[in-house]
């Protein structure tokens, strides 16, 4: 399989907790994007990687997020402290510097 | 902010039939406009993509239809099957001036009856 992968793939937490997320790209691609998926709604902009470089972050990142992309290779997106408003799907997604986006299967986080 | 909004939230089709979705941006700067199926628990796949210098594409039963002048783009998808059953986004982004971050719209749902 080539396409973006996403681990964990469904993670239970208590409020309180830190959790962490990993993406890998489609190997040739050097961008990489973080969604935010609630239910019923469409997918919101996160933060986006141009190898390692971390370009730009949305207002939705508070301080509790933080994404990494060492080597410019995988990338994984921390919540410290999480909440119950973290309760979301969050999506992967790579691309060729502009080309079309290509999303894994994201990961559902549930807070408790 | 709600750049992108999509219309309608749902809609029923008989199969056969064909699906209508439209959208509608107020970022005049956005330049690609690309349409994401997804199934449940599924993350989005990417259907098809339009550039504003183009009015209309067709990929096998799927077709956009964009209308610059009117800040509008719709999805049709023809002969539409029970498979079809999915949400559909469009989204839309600037390619080049902000990284190509996609701005998606709340989705349509679309139940495609046998």
């Known amino acids: 399989d080539t396409g973006v992968s996403q681990d964990p793939r ?15 790209p489609i190997s040739e691609h050097n961008r990489l994007y973080w969604y935010r998926q ?3 709604q469409g997918p919101e902009f996160l933060t986006y990687f141009q190898n390692e470089a971390q370009l730009e972050k949305s207002r939705l990142l508070s301080d509790r997020f933080s994404a990494e992309r060492p080597k410019g290779s995988f990338s994984t997106l921390e919540i410290q402290r999480t909440e119950q408003g973290d309760s979301a799907m969050y999506l992967c997604a790579s691309s060729r510097q502009n080309y079309e986006q290509y999303f894994g299967p994201g990961t559902r986080l549930t807070v408790t | 902010q709600q750049q992108v909004k999509q219309s309608p939230q749902s809609l029923i089709v008989q199969k056969g039939g064909i699906s209508i979705i439209n959208c509608a941006y107020e970022n005049t700067a956005f330049d690609y406009f690309p349409w994401y199926q997804q199934f449940p628990g599924k ?11 183009v009015s209309e594409k067709k990929e096998g039963r799927f077709t956009i239809s964009f209308n610059k002048s009117a800040k509008q783009f ?3 998808i023809m002969d539409s099957q029970p498979g079809d059953s999915a949400t559909y986004f469009c989204a839309a982004s600037r390619v080049k001036a902000a990284g190509n971050k996609l701005t998606f719209g709340g989705g349509t749902r679309v139940l495609v009856k046998p």
């Open chain 1, 10 to 24: 469904h993670k239970i937490t208590k409020r309180g907790q830190n959790v962490t997320f990993r993406c890998d």
């Open chain 2, 43 to 53: 993350g989005p796949a990417l259907l098809i993509a339009i550039r504003p210098d």
């Open chain 1, 38 to 40: 609630t239910l019923g």
């Open chain 2, 74 to 76: 719709s999805l049709h």
